[in-house]
């Protein structure tokens, strides 16, 4: 079975604040890809990355860093220097070969707020 | 590229009642997928399709949902004999699926069941 674990519920901070969000993810499969998605309040989910499982690269894009290690099977999400517009609710997820790469497995989300 | 489009955004419907929902995919994607998302969860996958062919059905898709994708191009999602536990954010997505899977997904902003 394939699981993706964020433990953190919801996170505040004032802007210009770094943040970390933390995914956990748990798979049989070798082959795999990880994904990061924002949905802000007008309940679009919008792609940030995706990772396959073969490629343990750390990125990095603007102000967003991605931080993958198999060997904790942790896929974490760091924000730097906080906007308010970054305030929305980030979902990790995952697909496998085993259960179909069609197939997005969800973590329930954790919700940042930025204040100013 | 006018994004993926879902009609209506609100439906508030009485229990046993019939619903339809609509999306209009991004006109050059050849996958369509459906996912329901409820209050403080992740979305969870439903059902996906090639082109017109429907190629998997989530457990939680039971006898009185159906969807299609006649022509290709747009999909309806529908729900038969409506259930207070059918309540739910029904989020479409599309991609450009060149291989197995594990594409970056293009979401609508989704459709908000009320089923009173």
């Known amino acids: 079975a394939q699981k993706v674990t964020q433990a953190q519920t919801e996170i505040s901070v004032v802007e210009k604040e770094d943040v970390t969000l933390d995914c956990v993810y748990e798979?049989?499969?070798?082959?795999?890809?990880l994904f990061w998605y924002k949905q802000p309040p007008s309940g679009e989910l919008v792609f940030l990355i995706r990772?396959?499982?073969?490629?343990?690269q750390n990125e990095i894009s603007g102000r967003y860093s991605w931080n993958f290690q198999k060997s904790t099977s942790s896929f974490n999400f760091t924000i730097t220097a906080s906007q308010v517009v970054d305030s929305a609710v980030y979902f990790c997820?995952?697909?496998?070969?085993?259960?179909?790469?069609?197939?997005?497995?969800f973590g329930t989300g954790t919700r940042l707020l930025v204040s100013p | 590229d006018t994004g993926v489009s879902q009609d209506p955004r609100h439906k508030i419907t009485k229990r046993g009642q019939n619903v339809t929902f609509r999306c209009d995919p991004i006109?050059?994607?050849?996958?369509l997928y459906w996912y329901r998302q409820t209050l403080g969860q992740g979305p969870e996958f439903l059902t996906y399709?090639?082109?017109?062919?429907?190629?998997?059905k989530s457990r939680l898709l039971s006898d009185r949902f159906s969807a299609e994708r006649p022509k290709g191009s747009f999909s309806t999602l529908e729900i038969q004999r409506t259930e207070q536990g059918d309540s739910a954010m029904y989020l479409c997505?599309?991609?450009?699926?060149?291989?197995?899977?594990?594409?970056?997904?293009?979401f609508g902003s989704g459709t908000q069941l009320s089923v009173l």
């Open positions: 997820a995952l697909s496998g070969f085993n259960t179909g790469f069609q197939k997005l497995v």
């Open positions: 997505a599309s991609s450009l699926a060149l291989g197995q899977g594990g594409e970056k997904l293009f």
């Open positions: 006109s050059e994607h050849n996958r």
């Open positions: 798979t049989r499969d070798t082959t795999y890809y």
């Open positions: 990772r396959n499982s073969f490629d343990e």
């Open positions: 399709f090639q082109n017109e062919a429907q190629l998997e």
